[in-house]
């Protein structure tokens, strides 16, 4: 069983940067894809990024952080982080990690086996 614990969240202007963190249980964190997912009230779960654990760390982005939002690991802390620069009014939401065992990098939250339970980002404009 692989426990994730959240940490990184709170309350931000529009333009700001915050950067979240995802502890992992486990002996294996480095061949788990981390996934980074939200959800706004009212609004289904949605992608945000991932990084895979192979081919160096493949990382990958929804078009509405591209460019702003960075997935970065260190396998050694077993921590995944989400590093959120120009945050906009419309990043609000909880923001959750998940993993995907051996997982390929997937943009879908049915392909995630394991949640946190959430951070909540609130940015003001």
């Known amino acids: 069983q692989v426990q994730l614990v959240e940490s990184g969240g709170g309350l931000v202007q529009a333009g700001g940067s915050l950067r979240l963190s995802c502890a992992a249980s486990g002996r294996t964190f480095s061949t788990y894809t981390m996934g980074w997912f939200r959800q706004a009230p009212g609004k289904e779960r949605e992608f945000v990024a991932a990084?895979?654990?192979?081919?160096?760390?493949?990382?990958y982005y929804a078009d509405s952080v591209k460019g702003r939002f960075t997935s970065s690991r260190d396998n050694a802390r077993n921590t995944a982080y989400l590093q959120m620069n120009s945050l906009k009014p419309e990043d609000t939401a909880v923001y959750y990690c998940?993993?995907?065992?051996w997982g390929l990098g997937s943009r879908s939250a049915s392909a995630y086996d394991y949640w946190g339970q959430g951070t909540q980002v609130t940015v003001s404009s």
């Open positions: 990084i895979s654990w192979r081919n160096g760390g493949s990382t």
């Open positions: 998940a993993a995907d065992p």
